[in-house]
């Protein structure tokens, strides 16, 4: 058979691809002012509509089976197949429908073309499926192809896992299919519109759906979806418009390091509030129960602008800094109705603001009766001291300090010191005691102030330890 080039065979005519029938065909000029057709697409389509099969030795009589066993021998080995046929035409069919032109074919030959997964990719899914993601596979290709890639990446283990056809879901009304849906893992040969169809079932079952899709009739789904993500290099316009997300780079391990440091960044977020909150509720606490217990105020107004200004603040906001937890890909999804204070974070705040302003009365009550006259520069100390014990504390829900490691977070450590050393300046120079209402503190003072200080980040360790004994059991 004549090569055929762009040049000499211009196109005269196409019937576009179509996710149904999934076939493509061009219509060009050939021998003796006739027509040829070329048509491209699934191999069981053409098997199924061609009469013939082209060899060496001529045209022979088409056996269907034998066409699609090779074509599943293919797929059995992770290859994406695609088929070619071909049809001579006096002139243009008219009309130039599918129906006419894509019939009585012969077929031209089978193509295996290998397309493997992304070497993360695999990776990618199993840390999917130790954070309680399940991902779903939605394919174009052959069932067992997609079989083959599905259990490479780890999205289907057994042999026995279901692939269900686009064919087979149309058939299926809703109600039925949500009952099965929970199982199933690969969809093949699925037209893109069917993916609303799809992801409107695992919502129903009450999942959280996550979808990705680049072609304009994925819009629906992407707009249906919890989170519709389009791509955005092979993605078409309409599909980015609907989607609530753009992937720059197409690569499904990027998604998951997304999951990863959205996890991250709403730990931090609630380890801030846990942190600033608490430190409130330590000075209301501190503020409220003196007068209640005949003793006078222990703070003044500008003890109070200086905590929040720079023990809250500075420390608070390396917080950010946080790096994510060992175990942050290992827990399930969180339901987004759940409350920010969920899984004891209120409570944490009443008792640990409790105690801390317990500490801060206990340390007045004990030397405001033992004539000291250091004692509100004390309190004041305990007081912006624990919340940095405080926040050091609160880095993990549940590793200590000490496997974490101090400078695991710099900006946070450097946050610390820093507080430190100005706390430390309203003490001992000179000219801000008269600003601060403080006075210097003897060294005994200094070292009771310190251990005082440090029974709330013992008591938030303890805490620790008995919920991961708790979690163990």
Partial sequence: MTPLRHESYPRLAEIPFDSNRKLMTT???WKDGRIIALTKGAVEELATRSKAVFTPRGQEDLDASKILDTAESFADDGLRTLGFAMRIWDALPDPLTSEKAEADMVLLGIVGMMDPPRPEAAEAVAMCRSAGIRPVMITGDHPRTAAVIARRVGIIEDKESAVMTGRDLAR???EEFEQRVEKLRVYARVAPEQKLKIVQALQDRGHFVAMTGDGVNDAPALKRADIGVAMGITGT???KEASHMILLDDNFATIVRAVREGRRIFDNIRKFIKYTMTSNSGEIWTIFLAPFIGLPIPLLPIHILWINLVTDGIPGLA???E???????NRPPRDPKESIFAHGLGAHIMWVGLLMGAVCIGTQAWFINHSQTHWQTMVFTVLCLSQMGHVLAIRSEHESLLKQGLLSNKPLFGAVLLTFALQMATIYVPF?????KTEPLTLKELIITILLSAVVFLAVEIEKLVKKRRKGA
């Fill in 27 to 29: 219509f060009h000029p």
């Fill in 323 to 329: 790096p994510g937890e060992k175990d942050i890909m």
């Fill in 319 to 321: 917080l950010a800094a």
């Fill in 237 to 239: 316009d309409v599909s």
């Fill in 172 to 174: 299926l009304p809703l």
């Fill in 432 to 436: 801000l005691n008269p600003i601060f």
